[in-house]
């Protein structure tokens, strides 16, 4: 097993330095899944839930993407990354459910997996809070990284049906 990135030789959390690398394309896509039930997520689809924050896929993507660009200020050893692009996306999955998928690109030294993963979470987390006054019931489950391309080494993560 190779050594932690974040921790120094006296075992202390460290930043990465990453100033010799060489600025490459880099993309990272993550997913979760936000379980609703049937019936909440009928009413999603179906435009019918009043919020005085917006309609409810709408506010989830945009906070996504704002959550993505912030990452650097909520993981505290993460690298600020201006990205080049950033998309979120909120899909029905099954008859309950919705799949939130988050894609980031940047062209830098440092990958960006914590920002597709930070704003498919942070997506995931806006749908339950305008989603709560009607059922907490609700869970977010499955976060993963999907694919992540561009670095030292690539990933794409099998799919499962």
Request: with cysteine.
């Amino acid at each position: 097993m190779e050594n932690f990135t974040h921790v120094n030789a006296a075992n202390q959390p460290t930043m990465v330095d990453v100033g010799a690398k060489v600025p490459t394309r880099r993309l990272a896509r993550a997913r979760c899944r936000v379980v609703l039930g049937t019936e909440l997520l009928a009413r999603v689809q179906a435009g019918e839930l009043p919020s005085h924050k917006g309609p409810v896929i709408h506010t989830a993507i945009l906070a996504g993407i704002l959550g993505a660009k912030r990452t650097a200020d909520l993981i505290p050893l993460c690298h600020p990354l201006g990205l080049d692009d950033c998309r979120v996306s909120i899909e029905p999955d099954g008859a309950d459910a919705l799949r939130v998928e988050c894609t980031a690109v940047v062209t830098g030294r440092t990958g960006v997996e914590m920002e597709a993963l930070t704003g498919a979470t942070v997506a995931a987390l806006t749908l339950y809070d305008m989603c709560k006054a009607f059922s907490h019931d609700i869970t977010i489950e499955q976060v993963q990284l999907v694919e992540k391309t561009g670095g030292k080494r690539d990933f794409l993560r099998p799919e499962t049906t």
